[in-house]
C-alpha cells in the first residue's frame, strides 16, 4: 500500500493560484500513475488529471489548460499546480496512484490520501 499526503491547500481570492503536492511513501513511486480528484461541496469526486510512470499526462476537459499535473521522481512528490483560479474550483482535492494509468483515470485506483480544502473566494 502507497500513502500519500496531500498537502498546499488554503484560502486564495479568484484569479490567484496555488499548487498542491502529494508525496508518495514506498518505492514504487516511479512505476506508479499518479492523479488529483476534486470534490465540491455537495458533490460527488470528480477527475481532474493524471500522470503516468513516463510522464504522459490526461487532463479533463473542463480544466482548460489551467491546471498543471508533474512528477518530481527524486522527491517522490506529485504536484498539481492550479492557475487562473475560480470560486467554482472550492473543494477538497485528492490525490490517487496505482500501477495502472487507466485506472487513476476512471477513479479505480487502489490508493487515495486524505485530501487538502482549497478554497477560492470571489
Known amino acids: 500500500q502507497v500513502q500519500l499526503v496531500e498537502s498546499g491547500g488554503g484560502l486564495v481570492q479568484a484569479g490567484g493560484s496555488l499548487r498542491l503536492s502529494c508525496a508518495a511513501s514506498?518505492?514504487?513511486?516511479?512505476?506508479?500513475?499518479f492523479g488529483w480528484y476534486g470534490q465540491a461541496p455537495g458533490k460527488q469526486r470528480e477527475f481532474l488529471c493524471a500522470i503516468s510512470s513516463d510522464g504522459r499526462t490526461n487532463y479533463a476537459e473542463s480544466l482548460k489548460g489551467r491546471f498543471t499535473i508533474s512528477r518530481d521522481n527524486a522527491k517522490n512528490t506529485v504536484y498539481l499546480q492550479m492557475n487562473n483560479l475560480k470560486p467554482e474550483d472550492t473543494a477538497v482535492y485528492f490525490c490517487t496512484t496505482d500501477r495502472s494509468f487507466l485506472r487513476v483515470i476512471s477513479g479505480s485506483s487502489k490508493d487515495w490520501g486524505q485530501g487538502t480544502q482549497v478554497t477560492v473566494s470571489s
Open positions: 514506498g518505492s514504487t513511486f516511479k512505476v506508479n500513475a
